[in-house]
């Protein structure tokens, strides 16, 4: 089983060794598509977790007993093709390219490259990105 986790991390857990002890404990393989710990120390992954179907449910609630709000990302983006300009702002903040502008087409969206990051909806000036 493989499926994508966001997990946020509060001061008291974002030093231990969560990711490690998940990956020891439960045979669990994982790819880091973002990490960030701001200024409070507040800590905040996402996460493509790969194993066994009883593990990964495990793994999950390991890390949600440790303290760590878990959540199972589902979606991915929507565009609202009425709403978009061309602008590329979105693709400009897209890191895995999975956005881009064709050179005819307009706006291209690539959801095999989609690690929803949501950049997009942020940098998106006239709101036509959404959380799907």
């Known amino acids: 089983m493989m499926c994508k986790i966001e997990i946020t991390y509060d001061s008291k857990t974002v030093q231990k060794p969560l990711i490690y002890e998940m990956t020891k404990r439960y045979d669990i393989v994982f790819n880091i598509y973002r990490a960030i ?17 009883k593990a990964v449910n495990q793994a999950i609630e390991f890390l949600e007993l440790e303290g760590v709000q878990v959540e199972i990302i589902q979606t991915q983006i ?3 093709r009425l709403r978009c ?19 005819d087409s307009g706006l291209i969206f690539d959801k095999s490259r989609c690690i929803s990051c949501y950049n997009c909806i942020e940098a998106c000036d006239v709101q036509a990105i959404e959380k799907g």
């Open 37 to 53: 710990v701001d200024e409070q120390f507040m800590g905040h992954l996402i996460l493509e977790i790969e194993g066994a179907s």
């Open 78 to 80: 929507v565009i609202d």
């Open 85 to 103: 300009h061309q602008c590329g702002a979105c693709a400009g903040a897209c890191f895995t390219r999975a956005l881009k502008i064709g050179e």
